[in-house]
């Protein structure tokens, strides 16, 4: 049977499960069970045979469960593995998704971008305040590596990240939820000088790749199993993500963007602040290069 161009992968879907994230911020977790004449271009129609965590989720009401949602971007919807997950568990799920969502609108929004700094080797660093959020760096460089190399040292190697990164003493994953997401402790080491004294972030992490792109986003979240720690102030990120794909014409270097948002928490100087996250975006561009470098590369799976 022959399908019109763009309808195939719809198909293959149908009777897996899915969440979907909807423009309304609503999140809808269910099976696909058919896609109708109009969703064989643009759109799809989810008919969600079993909605889950309606209440915790803030979902609709029983009776409105078939909504039309624009394919708008292929990182919104997201299939789940054939596992029942805690109603925490998809509160997680969906904050990882949101924050995703959130972070690739702030950097598809290419106005009001004002430079920090440029590196000999093209490294540069925006700056841009948005509402809502505040003040956001965005680091673009080119690393003259395969994208399979960036995903192994900043996903399957991660809580190894502190052998590399002097910004980071430690990251632990507290938790996996599926194969997209999970919760992690990161302890941050002293800046400017033991000016920023430590700090610590629990977040939700979440993992995607579509086509030739990889996006990698997260933002604080609550894990009562980390509690603040006596001595360590608890900061928190973001929204925030690295969005990795080949450059244009060379596939073998990678092209990095990396979307931070912090709030360091406590009594610091914006200056201070300012000074601190920009040159960390510059300094974990070159400590990354320098780890590549050293070590041989993992089976990818990116």
């Not at 058919?34 to 209440?55: K, M, T, Y």
């Not at 971007?73 to 054939?82: A, R």
């Not at 030739?212 to 997260?218: D, I, R, Y």
Request: glycine content about 8%.
């Amino acid at each position: 049977m022959n399908y019109m161009p763009g309808t195939a992968s719809l198909i293959e879907d149908i009777d897996k499960k899915h969440l979907v994230l909807l423009r309304d911020g609503r999140t809808l977790i269910g099976f696909l069970r058919s896609i109708d004449q109009f969703g064989l271009r643009h759109q799809a129609v989810l008919a969600l045979g079993q909605e889950l965590n309606r209440r915790a989720l803030g979902g609709p009401t029983s009776g409105s469960w078939i909504n039309q949602v624009r394919r708008r971007s292929s990182l919104l919807g997201s299939q789940l593995e054939d596992t029942l997950y805690s109603d925490q568990d998809l509160a997680y799920i969906q904050q990882g998704e949101e924050a995703m969502q959130r972070a690739l609108d702030i950097l598809s929004n290419q106005e009001g971008w004002k430079k920090e700094s440029r590196q000999e080797n093209g490294d540069e660093v925006l700056s841009k305040v948005i509402p809502d959020v505040g003040k956001v760096f965005r680091l673009e460089v080119v690393v003259d590596q395969p994208m399979e190399r960036l995903y192994e040292e900043l996903v399957e190697r991660m809580e190894a990240m502190g052998e590399w990164n002097p910004s980071v003493k430690k990251i632990k994953i507290l938790q996996k939820i599926g194969k997209d997401t999970v919760i992690t402790h990161e302890l941050a080491a002293e800046a400017a000088g033991n000016l920023v004294g430590p700090r610590d972030f629990v977040s939700v992490r979440c993992t995607k790749r579509r086509g030739s792109v990889c996006v990698l986003a997260g933002m604080a979240t609550d894990f009562g199993e980390m509690p603040e720690q006596k001595g360590v102030i608890r900061a928190e990120h973001g929204p925030t993500c690295m969005v990795l794909h080949p450059l244009a014409g060379s596939p073998s270097k990678t092209k990095l963007t990396w979307l931070l948002s912090i709030d360091l928490k406590g009594w610091l100087p914006k200056t201070i602040i300012n000074q601190v996250l920009s040159q960390t975006q510059v300094d974990f561009a070159n400590h990354l290069r320098k780890r590549l470098e050293s070590r041989p590369a993992l089976e990818a799976r990116c």
